[in-house]
């Protein structure tokens, strides 16, 4: 591989890039991502959290480089650089606020960014750049979402899309810079440069064990001080719903293009909202950090996935949000109910073994043995499972009227969680 200059980022200082991912990083779809933030309205509460998908998506191609050359696998030159253009291109689908409109998107068009990823390298000027270089661009865009499924080394999909993924490397320890939150201090490098690979799948090493419960630590605390912040999801409601508003006026699911989509950044969509008469009055809030209110919460954790399915589910939702306004004698639109669910160690990969297990490779005897990860941590059995946060929000003026109702029909929550009103 021939590097042409380099990158400096905050993370992992000089980042080399070739002539490949020069051209690549100069198109539309990429320069598009420095106009998508990577955490919306977390700057309302960490005022440092405004960088991009751009700088993520060089920090995940870096991170996918380095564990591609470390594994015990030999690859090929080409085979790395597939790799890093995969983790250069794996956000190239995000829409304007990133996951935020993505719940427009699911809802709208049952489509994700990862869906997206591959139509926008496959039809625009992405697919000419990467074939004239000598590489498949099919490849690319289909490594990119973690599903080219390559018979020979299908753990290659892994080292973009799995429990312990460069991806995830990648934004725990960016997001937790920028905001300041101090919970993505893992040592990635130990992962990195201890992983293994057992047969078909990408495995940790039980040498990194430590580290590997850290990691998982890091993601859940994450996801509850930045990710699912309240005040951070209280701005996402208002968001969606001014999108869901102006949707069928300026035509925010209905491109007829990959052009029309890629015209689709932070900038053009909040200035679009802005000018539309109903969606504009939210937006004078948002610019105004006049947000809902908190006036319920309750976290807990489940082990299991159906329970979590139907906190999750949209009609279940709407009839509790309708017995709140109800009882609480406010209008319906005044309520919205926030039932974000995450497990906490996901893992896709090729073998039969539970989802929410992580491989772990242990050494016995002069043997490797394949291992799930709660077998080896109490850490990580006691973490195992999914962990569910209800909040209830409403305007100001309603918010004990609100919470009494909500205590009633959801139960009151610990003292713990009360005092963080």
């Known amino acids: 591989m021939k590097y042409w200059s380099f990158i400096k980022d905050p993370l992992y200082g000089y980042i080399h890039i070739t002539e490949l991912e020069r051209d690549v990083i100069d198109t539309l779809a990429l320069q598009r991502l420095r106009r998508i933030k990577q955490l919306v309205f977390a700057d309302y509460v960490y005022p440092g959290a405004n960088h991009t998908r751009?700088?993520?998506?060089?920090?995940?191609m870096h991170l996918a480089g380095l564990l591609a050359r470390s594994l015990p696998e030999e690859f090929s030159e080409e085979e790395i650089q597939e790799v890093r253009l995969a983790g250069l291109l794996h956000d190239v689908g995000h829409g304007p606020f990133s996951h935020t409109f993505e719940q427009l998107l699911m809802r709208r068009l049952g489509k994700t960014h990862e869906d997206l990823a591959p139509w926008i390298i496959l039809n625009t000027e992405l697919k000419d750049i990467?074939?004239?270089?000598?590489?498949?661009?099919?490849?690319?865009?289909?490594?990119?979402?973690?599903?080219?499924?390559?018979?020979?080394?299908?753990?290659?999909?892994?080292?973009?899309?799995?429990?312990?993924?460069?991806?995830?490397?990648?934004?725990?320890?960016?997001?937790?810079?920028?905001?300041?939150?101090?919970?993505?201090?893992?040592?990635?490098?130990?992962?990195?440069?201890?992983?293994?690979?057992?047969?078909?799948?990408?495995?940790?090493?039980?040498?990194?064990?430590?580290?590997?419960?850290?990691?998982?630590?890091?993601?859940?605390?994450?996801?509850?001080?930045?990710?699912?912040?309240?005040?951070?999801?209280?701005?996402?409601?208002?968001?969606?719903?001014?999108?869901e508003l102006a949707d069928d006026d300026i035509g925010l699911t209905s491109f007829r293009d990959v052009h029309d989509y890629l015209k689709l950044d932070d900038y053009y969509v909040w200035t679009m909202l802005r000018n539309h008469e109903e969606a504009g009055r939210i937006m004078a809030d948002l610019e105004r950090r006049k947000l809902l209110k908190c006036a319920y919460e309750r976290i807990f954790h489940v082990h299991d996935e159906a329970v979590s399915s139907l906190l999750t589910n949209d009609s279940v939702r709407k009839r509790v949000e309708e017995e709140i306004a109800r009882r609480a004698g406010v209008k319906e639109e005044e309520i919205a109910i926030d039932v974000p669910s995450l497990p906490s160690i996901p893992y896709f990969h090729t073998m039969k073994m539970d989802p929410m297990e992580i491989p772990v490779v242990e050494e016995r005897a002069?043997?490797?043995?394949?291992?799930?990860?709660?077998?080896?941590?109490?850490?990580?059995?006691?973490?195992k499972g999914f962990m569910n946060i209800i909040r209830v929000y409403t305007v100001e003026e309603h918010k004990d009227m609100v919470r009494q109702a909500a205590e009633e029909i959801l139960g009151k929550p610990p003292e713990t969680i009360r005092v963080s009103y």
Do not use: N
């Open 54 to 60: 751009f700088e993520h998506s060089v920090g995940v």
């Open 130 to 243: 990467i074939e004239s270089y000598g590489y498949s661009a099919e490849r690319v865009a289909k490594l990119a979402v973690g599903r080219l499924r390559d018979e020979k080394k299908p753990y290659l999909d892994q080292i973009i899309q799995s429990a312990v993924d460069v991806d995830k490397m990648d934004f725990i320890m960016r997001d937790s810079y920028h905001t300041g939150a101090e919970y993505g201090k893992v040592d990635i490098y130990r992962l990195i440069y201890t992983m293994e690979i057992y047969g078909d799948t990408l495995a940790v090493s039980a040498t990194a064990l430590p580290t590997l419960e850290a990691f998982v630590i890091a993601r859940i605390e994450s996801f509850r001080a930045i990710y699912y912040h309240k005040t951070a999801r209280a701005g996402q409601i208002l968001l969606v719903r001014a999108m």
């Open 366 to 383: 002069g043997q490797k043995v394949l291992r799930k990860a709660a077998e080896l941590s109490k850490v990580i059995e006691v973490l």
